[in-house]
T-cell receptor, first 113, second 114 residues
Framework: DTEVTQTPKHLVMGMTNKKSLKCEQHMGHRAMYWYKQKAKKPPELMFVYSYEKLSINESVPSRFSPECPNSSLLNLHLHALQPEDSALYLC????????????FGDGTRLSIL | QKEVEQNSGPLSVPEGAIASLNCTYSDRGSQSFFWYRQYSGKSPELIMSIYSNGDKEDGRFTAQLNKASQYVSLLIRDSQPSDSATYLCAVEDPGSSNTGKLIFGQGTTLQVKP
């Protein structure tokens, strides 16, 4: 069991749909991350929230929109995705102070039709 | 371009042997180093953190760090078939303004043969 919870575990959507991925942690961590991972590749950083403020956007297309409603929650809003966006989307969290490890959720496997 | 390099493998070892996984990094300012294990179709799982030169042991796992040579390694003693996975080396980006941003290597696939 992981202390970072992601929902849904699987998502299939069409290119015109709007959906959201959700991530929740109750470890008191103040940094949260979204990653995209394709098969046989390492995780690729998308966004970093530090103390509920967006601190890093790795030039991600605007069809991905992150949101951090509070220190425990992180959302990723999806709109007009492309087939190449099909991947495993991972949420992670860390203390946010200094050099602390990141803990990953189980991920959402996303398929774009 | 900051880089973390790993041999992609596969690294094949017999059950009970020592598996040695290596990683080099390019940014001399990096201070924090992590090893993650990822089973096929699953998410990365943290197995070791190391911050100081030398060895750090946790059960069958030993992480080794040499900042002068810019390499970090992971030894797995008494390897088991359940250790078969991809091992990701991750290095904190020192230029990331304390956000904890990690630079991942490509991962090394380990196969432990019964």
């Amino acid at each position: 069991d992981t202390e970072v919870t992601q929902t849904p575990k699987h998502l299939v959507m069409g290119m015109t749909n709007k959906k959201s991925l959700k991530c929740e942690q109750h470890m008191g961590h103040r940094a949260m991350y979204w990653y995209k991972q394709k098969a046989k590749k390492p995780p690729e950083l998308m966004f970093v929230y530090s103390y509920e403020k967006l601190s890093i956007n790795e030039s991600v297309p605007s069809r991905f929109s992150p949101e951090c409603p509070n220190s425990s929650l992180l959302n990723l809003h999806l709109h007009a995705l492309q087939p190449e966006d099909s991947a495993l989307y991972l949420c992670a969290s860390s203390h946010g102070q200094g050099s602390q490890p990141q803990h990953f959720g189980d991920g959402t496997r996303l398929s774009i039709l | 371009q900051k880089e973390v390099e790993q041999n992609s493998g596969p690294l094949s070892v017999p059950e009970g042997a020592i598996a040695s996984l290596n990683c080099t990094y390019s940014d001399r300012g990096s201070q924090s180093f992590f090893w993650y294990r990822q089973y096929s179709g699953k998410s990365p799982e943290l197995i070791m953190s190391i911050y100081s030169n030398g060895d750090k042991e946790d059960g069958r796992f030993t992480a080794q760090l040499n900042k002068a040579s810019q390499y970090v390694s992971l030894l797995i003693r008494d390897s088991q078939p359940s250790d078969s996975a991809t091992y990701l080396c991750a290095v904190e980006d020192p230029g990331s303004s304390n956000t904890g941003k990690l630079i991942f290597g490509q991962g090394t696939t380990l196969q432990v043969k019964p």
